[in-house]
């Protein structure tokens, strides 16, 4: 069946450690692939997304992740976590063979908590 | 930066009441969306819309549920006859093109006791 999993419910980093979030697919194609954050109160917003070329994608607020098709995996990465990032990172798919769209499939989220 | 607007934040209402959700989304964008979440679940696809008629809808947005855009701002959801099982947060999303990032905005919150 097709799915996008997140296999880490929480993860719990120092402020200044580096970060890793994963992110596997389930499909018969790469589709197109996406992190949203989601701050406490506030709605989804978008981190990065992928869609070709190369596979280390560059995003906002430092992040970056890479495209891996050999492991069907788009990872979220972070050098260095500041407290602010604190927050639930949803990572999201769309079918590319159904011409894209916005009918994001979502993973279950991982909850990030950051240690002074 | 342009945001997707939504009100009420919270909303709660009782079994079989109507409810209407309300966004505003970015003004130049011509594609909407709503997704729920329900507590300590995914956030899931309800329903697309574009050009006034619905481009795609999820097996959830059943015959309770429809969409509007009532004039050149607003973009509603409605629920004829609320269920517990609706209880959850509802975001509306905006976009420029079917293939453009969405703009969510921060969610209504919609308890049904």
């Known amino acids: 069946a097709q799915s996008v999993t997140q296999p880490d419910i929480h993860i719990t980093v120092s402020e200044g450690a580096s970060l890793e979030l994963r992110c596997n697919y389930s499909?018969?194609?790469?589709?197109?692939l996406f992190w949203y954050v989601q701050s406490p109160g506030q709605g989804l917003q978008l981190l990065l997304k992928?869609?070709?070329?190369?596979?280390l994608v560059q995003g906002i607020k430092g992040f970056e992740a890479e495209f891996k098709r050999s492991q069907s995996s788009f990872n979220l990465r972070k050098p260095s976590v500041h407290w602010s990032d604190a927050a639930e990172y949803f990572c999201?798919?769309?079918?590319?063979?159904?011409?894209?769209?916005?009918?994001?499939?979502f993973g279950t989220g991982t909850q990030l908590k950051v240690e002074l | 930066e342009p945001e997707v607007t939504q009100t009420p934040s919270h909303q709660v209402t009782q079994m079989g009441q109507e409810v209407i959700l309300r966004c505003v989304p970015i003004?130049?964008?011509?594609?909407f969306y709503w997704y729920r979440q329900i507590l300590g679940q995914k956030v899931e696809f309800l329903v697309s819309?574009?050009?006034?008629?619905?481009?795609?809808k999820s097996e959830i947005f059943d015959d309770q549920f429809s969409v509007e855009r009532p004039d050149g701002s607003n973009f509603t959801l409605k629920i004829r006859s609320t269920k517990l099982e609706d209880s959850a947060m509802y975001f509306c999303?905006?976009?420029?093109?079917?293939?453009?990032?969405?703009?969510f905005g921060n969610g209504t919150r919609l308890t049904v006791t």
């Open positions: 499909y018969g194609a790469t589709p197109y």
């Open positions: 999303a905006s976009s420029e093109s079917p293939s453009a990032p969405l703009h």
């Open positions: 992928y869609f070709s070329g190369d596979t």
């Open positions: 819309f574009y050009n006034n008629e619905i481009s795609e």
């Open positions: 003004s130049n964008h011509l594609y």
């Open positions: 999201a798919v769309v079918p590319s063979w159904q011409g894209g769209g916005n009918k994001l499939t």
